[in-house]
C-alpha cells in the first residue's frame, strides 16, 4: 500500500510567485495535517482537515498561506505570494481515526529566492 | 498549556552503547504520546506510541519508552545502538493524535 504522496519533492521559487504543494492521503484515512519544518521553530501544525473539511486551520501563519482539500484522496496548501521566510520543509500526514497513528510523507522542500 | 521538552539537543554514542532520550511534557489530562524517527532527507516514522495500559512500551527497531506519569516522561531507550539508527528524534504529545504538539528534536550520532 502506497503512503502518504507529496509532490513536488523540492521546489525552487523566486520571491513573489505563487507556489502549490500537493499531498495524497493514504486510502481510507479521513485526517489529513500540514506541518512546517524549519530549524529556527520545529514541526509546526499548519492546518488539518477531517472528512475533508478543515477542522483547525490556527497554525496557519497569515493569508498567504491557503489550504484545501477538495475530495478524499488531495489536498494542496498554497502560497501566494511567497516569501524568503517561508522557505521549509512542508509535511502532509494522514491518520484513519482520533486514535490512530499520523503517517507522514517525505516532504516537500521549498527555497524562495 | 501543552508542551515537550526534549533537553538535549544533540547526543553522540558510540556504535554498541546503550541510548536514552529524555521527553517532558505538560499536560492536563492523561497525554498520548508519541516518538518519530526522522532519517535525513525523509519524513517522519512511528517509532513507538503509548495511549494507555502497560507503562513500558516496545516499538520497531529495538526501541522502547516508559511512560512516567510522576515524572511527566516518556523516555526512549535502545541498549545497543547500532550506526543505522543515527537520525533525529521527535517526541509528540497530543488528546488524542490530530492535535500533536511535538518537540524540537534530538539529533544522534553513532561513531563506529
Known amino acids: 500500500d502506497a503512503g502518504v504522496i507529496q509532490s513536488p519533492r523540492h521546489e525552487v521559487t523566486e520571491m513573489g510567485q505563487e507556489v502549490t504543494l500537493r499531498c495524497k492521503p493514504i486510502?481510507?484515512?479521513?485526517?489529513l495535517f500540514w506541518y512546517r519544518q524549519t530549524m529556527m521553530r520545529g514541526l509546526e501544525l499548519l492546518i488539518y482537515?477531517?472528512?475533508?473539511?478543515?477542522?483547525?486551520d490556527s497554525g496557519m501563519p497569515e493569508d498567504r498561506f491557503s489550504a484545501k482539500m477538495p475530495n478524499a484522496s488531495f489536498s494542496t496548501l498554497k502560497i501566494q505570494p511567497s516569501e524568503p521566510r517561508d522557505s521549509a520543509v512542508y509535511f502532509c500526514?494522514?491518520?484513519?481515526?482520533?486514535?490512530?497513528?499520523?503517517?507522514f510523507g517525505p516532504g516537500t522542500r521549498l527555497l524562495v529566492l | 498549556a501543552q508542551s515537550v521538552t526534549q533537553p538535549d539537543i544533540h547526543i553522540t554514542v558510540s556504535e554498541g552503547a546503550s541510548l536514552e532520550l529524555r521527553c517532558n511534557y505538560s499536560?492536563?489530562?492523561?497525554?498520548?504520546l508519541f516518538w518519530y524517527v526522522q532519517s535525513p532527507g525523509q519524513g517522519l516514522q512511528l517509532l513507538l506510541k503509548?495511549?494507555?495500559?502497560?507503562?513500558l512500551v516496545q516499538g520497531i527497531k529495538g526501541f522502547e519508552a516508559e511512560f512516567k506519569r510522576s515524572q511527566s516522561s516518556f523516555n526512549l531507550r535502545k541498549p545497543s545502538v547500532h550506526w543505522s539508527d543515527a537520525a533525529e528524534y521527535f517526541c509528540?504529545?497530543?488528546?488524542?493524535?490530530?492535535?500533536?504538539?511535538f518537540g524540537t528534536g534530538t539529533r544522534l550520532q553513532v561513531f563506529p
Open positions: 500526514a494522514s491518520t484513519r481515526d482520533r486514535q490512530e497513528t499520523q503517517y
Open positions: 486510502s481510507g484515512h479521513n485526517s
Open positions: 482537515f477531517n472528512n475533508n473539511v478543515p477542522i483547525d
Open positions: 499536560y492536563g489530562a492523561t497525554p498520548y
Open positions: 503509548y495511549f494507555s495500559g502497560d507503562t
Open positions: 509528540a504529545v497530543g488528546p488524542e493524535t490530530d492535535k500533536l504538539i
